[in-house]
């Protein structure tokens, strides 16, 4: 079992090399990422006082109201509903364009990716105040409807214009992976299928769509995330009529009055749940299909 | 596939550096300033005497976005020499909740009148001393000794508001003088999607208190579902739950009656700088049944490191002139009596007409105040909201 003290030294040295690579990061993770969740998840089982004072007394008041009051019950499925249709209608606009771009000659798919990539250059609260812009009562389209003597629409605060901000701030994220697994997709396969007597639908069906799964998976983690906790797009597009987590939890912290943090604190830890659950599944649908 | 992969990172990349920004509140904010300040006064003889040696070279001043004209700040430097550096919130909560973890930095802050007794109650702020603040005869001792602050032994009155009904007399020929413009559905129903109501816990469900005939601060379960459920029935016929750019929304034509600040309300009537243009049809009034008075107070904080200069700065903001220019700029209304002959005729008019308090309105207004009940707001709020 021994080794000879020079082998020995060896891995002594590997060990320091692989320590002294990993701490930096490590020490980011924890310092930034961990403490600050342990910060939460105390506060989550903290009592709220009457100023909006955090009180060090343990309670598991905070998760009790909020699977059991259903106006926060509500927020959460209302919430999962709204990231879901978002994250469908980005797959269903986001795999024809990320195919479409991948069929493209070489030459052409970079300038076509970076197109995708253009809006972010621009920040995001400033490209939704544009929507407002376009879909306001005296706006771009209403405007342009009314020119041509056409009845004007109600189109700005409405649940389908906060849909369309998700959708139109998401969609990006979607396109990408799909473009990635999409490209490693060897498009001989498809023929092959139709040689061996496959539509075209059931050839993409049963060969094209397992194969680019991993990309499927991967852009719906990457839109459903961000959309559950959301809170711009309802206020901007939606008119703050309704609540969704994330505006819950930004009101429960900095506009409440007197402001919750506890109840707050259990509310994020709840979704991170929530998140964390969906992350494993996609975890395991992906290795699974690679095996 | 490596290509494909470095494509993804980068758009990544980019994406978390585009979506960093908080959204906070909008740009154009209810705040913001008319253009024509009469020019600030000439003279620093009123502030007494001044140890300059014990002045700091700068002060934090912690402050409400767009609720100071830049322009007195940079007088404060020419005088005295000491720049004045200014951090915005959006919210007491946001600023309680920094000010509360101690060592913030800041000297001055701007809570508004429950936020001040929270911070009493808290002990977060600096006892005035009030023989340094020779200037605090000028204030209209109507506005002092409120309850958040009875003896003002922290606060000094800043700047106020009234909160009532904003609405294009283009739209209401006949005026506006009720509540039921905004909660009668069967009047609403005639220009739906044209109205929009505050988005604030406190304030819309208390209109709807108001309109019931009831107090602000009621918190009579019976009461608040009666209220609840005209919010909820108002609900389909609002344009939108807005805070933020009432004062645009209403100057454009895209609201014709609005639940909003007065001073939103006379930079809609007035324009806002060169930003927008207003519109003179806009109209500010406090229905019959009541509407809602607040202030925000500057208070020293208990640990500010320069709490000399903060009085000297204090007192500088309390010069009649000082007081009517910033007041001109914000559109808000100036506690300090002796600024009121100063500001221009226009403003005084709006003052005279129902933007600030009045003979005619100062009897239907009410403070809101908090209480240990009062967080049945924050769920009845949580329940309009969810509908």
Redesign the interface.
């Known amino acids: 079992m021994a080794l000879n003290p020079a082998q020995d030294e060896l891995q002594r040295r590997e060990r320091v090399r692989l320590a002294g690579l990993l701490a930096p990061g490590l020490l980011w993770l924890i310092l930034f990422f961990a403490l600050p969740l342990v910060v939460i998840l105390i506060y989550s089982f903290m009592t709220n006082g009457?100023?909006?004072?955090v009180v060090f007394q343990p309670t598991l008041a905070n998760y009790i109201t909020l699977f059991t009051k259903s106006?926060?019950v509500?927020?959460y499925l209302?919430s999962i509903w709204a990231s879901l249709l978002t994250t469908l209608i980005c797959l269903l606009l986001g795999y024809p364009l990320a195919l479409f771009i991948v069929r493209q000659p070489a030459r052409w798919r970079t300038p076509l990716?970076f197109l995708?990539?253009i809006p972010?250059?621009?920040?995001?609260?400033v490209r939704i105040?544009a929507w407002q812009i376009i879909l306001?009562?005296?706006g771009l389209i209403n405007s342009s409807l009314d020119a041509l003597g056409l009845p004007t629409i109600?189109l700005?605060?409405t649940e389908g214009a906060t849909l369309l901000g998700l959708v139109y701030g998401e969609l990006?994220?979607m396109v990408?992976?799909l473009?990635?697994a999409i490209?490693?997709f060897d498009f001989t396969l498809l023929e092959a299928a139709a040689d061996l007597g496959a539509s075209r639908w059931r050839a993409f069906l049963r060969v094209m769509l397992p194969m680019t799964m991993p990309g499927v998976a991967a852009g719906s983690v990457?839109v459903f995330i961000?959309t559950l906790g959301q809170?711009?797009v309802s206020?901007?597009l939606g008119?703050?009529?309704?609540?969704y987590l994330g505006?819950?939890i930004q009101?429960?912290?900095?506009?409440?009055?007197?402001?919750?943090w506890p109840l707050g604190s259990a509310m994020a830890m709840v979704m991170m749940l929530v998140l964390l659950v969906l992350i494993l599944f996609y975890f395991r649908a992906t290795t699974e299909d690679d095996r | 596939?490596k290509?494909?992969?470095h494509?993804?990172a980068?758009?990544?990349l980019?994406?978390l550096?585009?979506?960093g920004?908080a959204?906070a509140a909008?740009?154009g904010n209810e705040y913001g300033g008319a253009t024509d300040a009469p020019a600030g006064g000439e003279t620093a003889a009123t502030d007494g005497e001044v140890d300059r040696s014990r002045l700091s070279g700068e002060l934090y001043f912690y402050n409400w976005s767009d609720y100071v004209d830049p322009a007195i700040l940079e007088q404060f430097q020419e005088e005295y020499g000491v720049e004045v550096i200014v951090d915005t919130y959006?919210?007491n909560?946001?600023m309680?909740?920094k000010v509360?973890a101690g060592n913030s930095g800041y000297d001055i802050v701007v809570p508004s009148d429950?936020a001040v007794q929270?911070m009493a109650?808290?002990d977060l702020g600096l006892p005035l001393d009030k023989s340094m603040l020779t200037n605090w005869t000028h204030l209209d001792p109507e506005l002092l000794g409120q309850y958040f602050d009875e003896e003002n032994a922290i606060s000094v009155p800043y700047l106020l508001g009234l909160t009532g009904i904003a609405y294009n007399t283009e739209a209401f020929p006949e005026g506006v003088d009720s509540w039921a413009a905004m909660f009668d559905t069967a009047q609403v129903a005639n220009y739906q999607?044209?109205l929009?109501m505050l988005?604030d816990?406190?304030e819309t469900p208390g209109a709807a208190l108001k309109y019931l005939g009831k107090s602000l601060n009621e918190t009579d379960p019976a009461a608040l579902e009666e209220a609840q459920a005209l919010l909820i029935a108002q609900?389909p016929l609002?344009?939108?739950?807005?805070s933020a750019d009432v004062n645009r929304k209403l100057a454009?034509?895209?609201y014709v009656i609005a639940h909003a600040w007065s001073g939103t309300a006379m930079q809609a009537r007035n324009g806002l700088g060169d930003e927008f243009s207003g519109n003179p049809a806009i109209t500010f009034v406090i229905p019959k049944e009541g509407g809602t008075i607040w202030m925000d107070n500057l208070v020293i904080l208990k640990d500010s490191p320069n709490a000399y200069t903060a009085h000297v700065f204090i007192n500088f903001l309390l010069r009649p002139e000082i007081a009517a220019q910033n007041a001109e700029y914000v559109g808000y209304i100036t506690p300090n009596q002796d600024a009121v002959p100063l500001l221009s005729q226009e403003v005084r008019d709006l003052y005279d007409a129902g933007y600030a308090p009045t003979d005619e309105n100062i009897d239907r207004l009410e403070w809101i105040v908090?209480?240990?009940s009062?967080?049945a707001?924050?769920?009845l709020w949580?329940?309009v909201?969810?509908d």
């Open positions: 009457p100023r909006g004072n106006i926060y509500n927020a209302r990716l995708i990539l972010f250059w621009t920040n995001f609260l105040y306001a009562n005296n109600t700005l605060n990006p994220f990408l992976p473009y990635a490209d490693r990457l961000p809170f711009v206020e901007l008119g703050a009529k309704v609540d505006n819950l009101r429960l912290f900095l506009r409440s009055n007197p402001p919750d | 596939m290509k494909a992969i494509w993804l980068l758009g990544l980019l994406a550096a585009a979506c920004g959204p909008s740009p959006d919210s909560e946001d309680l909740a509360r429950y929270t109650i808290e999607g044209k929009s988005e816990e406190r609900k609002l344009a939108a739950y807005n454009s034509g895209e908090r209480d240990e009062t967080s707001f924050t769920d949580t329940v909201k969810g």
